[in-house]
């Protein structure tokens, strides 16, 4: 039993660091940002490799860049959590991440994280991230890595009833 | 002890089945996401029977018109389940469903998915499924059933302070 | 570990009441809403005292202005929750608050719920809450109090690698 409560315990923990993090982004405490992960963590938002980060450190000083923006607001979901080891997580999670200008206009992203966690002494850290996109609006503009989706076998056609 | 533990680890496995259906759509992995729900499921989203189904398979094989998107993105919260039994339980979720299609308009639908989920030998899977839209952008024309609102009592005026 | 299977039902069911709030306000079910709340919560929106409660009766009352709108949608996530002792908890949870004018203009807010609940005979009850607004689209025009954001450090210029 001990060790189903601890799991579910340990999910609880996860979701905080995942939620964490939105909520830090978005009051922009990036001081603290860090602490969410791995010292060594690798996290990953697109081909650019200026976007990209190979510590904690270095995570928090890029995060600088969401400065340009006046507001955030990163809404997270779909939490959804695999156990590697005692020790070691796996998540996925979707994102809706709205950004406004300074000249009020709007970038929306609709992303997906797909994390990897470890426990250490100080609690869940995520040790690698890669952000995807499902999809995002006009108006946002930053190169994040595309989330996969199949293809139409061939020869599929629209339904013959009419749906726009 | 036991039977709280297991309520709540039933709780966490009716989450995944939740949100691995989201998932599924938005990678179109349309051969996993039958498996979601009983063979004899009944899902149905609105009045047109064309858009409903009445089997896993047939479910899957409809699914499959979402190809006519170029891109989707299925964000779920507001996670609310209550058992029946020990094997049966009723779940209401909410969507936010963004659409993208070829030519690059969107449509966005704002949702909600009304469930009844059995156990099973294999799992947790939904057995009947009713989407009703809370809402919708101009975007989204699909016939889904409207959610329920009640109507303001008689005579009921907006107050008079001024809000937009 | 009871006391630890405990905090996790805690959770669940404080779950619930915030999700329940959303659900009632888009069903416009104000006779259930101020059932979750305490008799004397005290519910702030913005400086405008005319927007705040002072009471489960109040609230509920106020709550009636969303009459106004045709149809609402209120999907929230991130939910984040602190015990201060066995019966009383702070919460933070986002919501986006999607609303339609009966002229089918729309005006979407995103905001964040901090919330104070206690433990009553009843269940879990809301005794204080505070909205915030991380943002809002230009046709949300609503006073709600702004969420606070760190301010950049003196000095600080967008990173040299162009992104809008």
Known sequence: ????????????????????YCRMLDTMDLNQVGNLFTLDCVVEFGPDERLNARSAQALASNLSRLWRWRRTSHHLSN???????????????YVIAWHERPDGTTATLYGTYRDTLVRTVDGWRISTRRQEMNGSDAGFTVGIFPASRAAPPAGWAPPNYVMS
Do not use: H, N, P
Not at 79 to 93: K, N, T
């Open 1 to 20: 039993m001990d060790t189903k409560i601890r799991e579910i315990e340990d999910r609880i923990l996860i979701g905080e660091v995942l939620s964490g």
């Open 79 to 93: 939490v959804e959590v695999a156990f590697r080891s005692d020790s070691e997580a796996c998540a996925s999670s």
